[in-house]
């Protein structure tokens, strides 16, 4: 299974000999003069210089009148590793979702998901407020001892009711994410997405798959992307993440459906115009930046060890499988700022939840300062003394 196997490009595909990023973020922090070791997401990467120089040298037009070749190349190549017809570029992930959940679903019907999925808990009620799409969730933890955001397909079909006449909303489509971003990074395995599409197709209910972060799961579980692709009527993966790129998504789907969705973006203000510059960097990281995601998880697993064993019972490294960790800790917020002050990021997303994300601009170096900064800052709070006096709130997802 190659992910990303390279492919001629319209774009120029200039190799990074050592893959990494400039300039790097594994430095000590700021009392040293470095970059922080940045592990609030994977949507800080920056390009690398390969990425800078194909984006520069990319072929471009007017894509709004479907004459730029670096974005038709992007769009085809996506469609065609998750087995689709046709895919469109959007400039975010949240439009993404928004535009394949709106092909499968009219106003006043129901979507369901999990209940910390991204479509209803950070698209800033888009799919209601523009798609007039009401949501109905099931809990994030469907049986005890699940991993959060793992789909349980008997759960699903068991809330579906596709043809609720004149009294209840009707279920027109149900939304899955894989990996699971508010999960920790869970992955949903293949074989359970199959029974899902199985008793959805059978139900008449659509499925779109939120796959900002596909390409990790494909690379842990070495999946090929059209296997997922043929679990969903309509799918959205992120190259602005894990990749590396600075901007864009792209959704597939059918060639109607995607020839709707055109239209629907914009309508919402997605028309671009030179966004060849753009596919470029995609193009790019599809060659370069897929099969390396595997560096990520192992080092998101050496940092779930390195804090479970200074604060234990705060996450099970036997779950962290992508390049996602969260950890169950007292006063996180306060947490967060005491790492902070040490040079290393990370993202409050609760009271009681930190997350950890792994990514191309943090390499071994970086991920062992953070383990050490975490290690330091956990152990104060397993001793019973809380995380050093820093600045508190709540950080941005």
Same mark, same amino acid.
Request: net charge positive; no cysteine; glycine share 14%.
């Given at each position: 299974m190659s992910v990303g196997a390279p492919a001629a490009s319209t774009a120029s595909a200039v190799a990074d000999p050592?893959?990494?990023?400039?300039p790097s973020t594994s430095g000590a922090g700021p009392d040293g003069g470095d970059q922080p070791v940045d592990l609030r997401s994977d949507t800080v990467t920056r390009p690398t210089s390969a990425m800078r120089r194909a984006m520069a040298e990319a072929l471009v037009g007017d894509d709004v009148y479907g004459e730029d070749p670096t974005t038709t190349e992007l769009e085809q190549r996506v469609a065609a590793m998750l087995g689709h017809e046709a895919g469109l570029l959007t400039p975010s992930g949240s439009m993404a979702n928004v535009l394949g959940v709106r092909l499968l679903v009219e106003p006043g019907q129901e979507l369901l998901c999990d209940s910390l999925a991204h479509v209803v808990r950070a698209e800033m009620g888009a799919h209601g407020a523009l798609g007039g799409i009401t949501t109905r969730t099931w809990p994030s933890v469907p049986r005890q001892g699940a991993p959060p955001g793992l789909v349980d397909a008997e759960v699903v079909e068991a809330m579906m009711t596709p043809d609720a006449g004149p009294y209840l909303v009707s279920t027109a489509a149900v939304a899955v994410e894989n990996t699971h971003n508010f999960g920790g990074g869970t992955i949903t395995p293949l074989p359970v997405l199959a029974d899902l599409r199985e008793r959805t197709r059978a139900a008449g209910v659509a499925v779109h798959l939120d796959g900002a972060r596909l390409w990790n799961a494909a690379v842990a579980d070495g999946v090929d992307l059209a296997d997922y692709g043929a679990c969903a009527d309509t799918v959205s993966v992120c190259l602005s993440k894990g990749l590396g790129a600075p901007i864009?998504?792209?959704?597939?789907?059918?060639?109607?459906?995607?020839?709707r969705a055109r239209v629907l973006r914009k309508r919402l203000g997605g028309g671009m115009r030179q966004t060849g510059v753009l596919a470029a960097a995609g193009l790019h990281a599809l060659d370069h930046h897929v099969d390396r995601l595997a560096e990520d998880h192992r080092r998101a697993a050496d940092l779930a060890a390195a804090c479970a064993a200074a604060l234990p019972g705060c996450v099970d490294p036997a779950s962290v499988r992508s390049n996602i960790v969260v950890l169950d800790v007292p006063g996180a917020a306060e947490i967060a700022a005491?790492?902070?002050?040490?040079?290393?990021? #990370?993202?409050?997303? +609760?009271? %009681?939840?930190?997350?950890? =994300?792994?990514?191309?601009? #943090?390499?071994?170096? +970086?991920? %062992?300062?953070?383990?050490? =900064?975490?290690?330091?800052?956990l152990t104060g709070v397993e001793r019973?003394?809380?995380?050093?006096?820093?600045?508190?709130?709540?950080q941005q997802p």
């Open positions: 050592s893959g990494a990023p400039s864009g998504s792209v959704l597939v789907g059918s060639a109607e459906r995607i020839a005491a790492a902070a002050a040490r040079g290393v990021r #990370v993202s409050a997303l +609760g009271p %009681r939840m930190l997350r950890l =994300v792994t990514h191309l601009d #943090v390499d071994d170096a +970086g991920a %062992r300062r953070a383990a050490e =900064v975490l290690e330091e800052v019973g003394r809380g995380a050093p006096d820093g600045p508190s709130g709540r």
